[in-house]
């Protein structure tokens, strides 16, 4: 008989990206200045933005953590200053965004997303339904958390057992 342990970690194993809702975030265009880019931040619910090329083919994306290294010195001497300002008034979208995160589709397990996530140090993953459709939107690890928990929640296993399980599985 399958404990109620093991019953949460299949319902986990099962999922897919496909099960979440995509979270749509705001698209600009890879040209876009770095002002406009921080104005349209501001201005959204999602902190995260999606960077396209002029065809609207996906380029990357612009999180909250890639608008702050506009932000960062590491030195104070007069020339890094006048650096920065030339790289913040001169910057593009495309300077900013961050290219070497992988697309996740739906069909995906949650096992490759949080994998991904891990590996590149990232919250969120750029998402597309299939690997030949364009990237519609995001997948969170928040959303991941809320959905963990509901599973948890819905096989009604005590926290205490919970721990119990683990450390039993983690002996074997």
């Known amino acids: 008989m399958e404990s109620l342990f093991e019953a949460f970690i299949s319902k986990i194993k099962e999922m897919k990206a496909g099960d979440f809702l995509m979270l ?3 698209t600009i265009i890879e040209t876009t200045a770095c002002f406009s880019i921080l104005d349209e931040s501001l201005h959204q619910n999602s902190k995260t933005l999606i960077v396209v090329d002029e065809e609207g083919k996906y380029f990357g994306i612009i999180s909250p953590k890639d608008l ?6 590491f030195q104070t001497d007069i020339s890094t200053v006048f650096s920065k300002v030339k790289a913040f008034t001169s910057s593009t979208a495309r300077d900013l965004a961050n290219q070497n995160l992988p697309i996740i589709i739906d069909a995906d397990k949650i096992s490759r997303v949080t994998e991904c996530m891990t590996k590149y140090e990232s919250t969120i993953l750029p998402r597309a339904k299939t690997k030949n459709d364009p990237v519609e939107g995001l997948i969170s690890i928040n959303d991941i958390i809320l959905a963990v928990r509901n599973i948890w929640k819905d096989t009604r296993i005590d926290s205490k057992q919970l721990v119990l399980e683990l450390e039993r599985e983690e002996d074997e």
Request: glycine fraction near 0%; proline fraction near 11%; charge should be positive.
């Open 24 to 26: 749509k975030a705001p």
């Open 68 to 73: 702050v290294v506009l932000f960062t010195t």
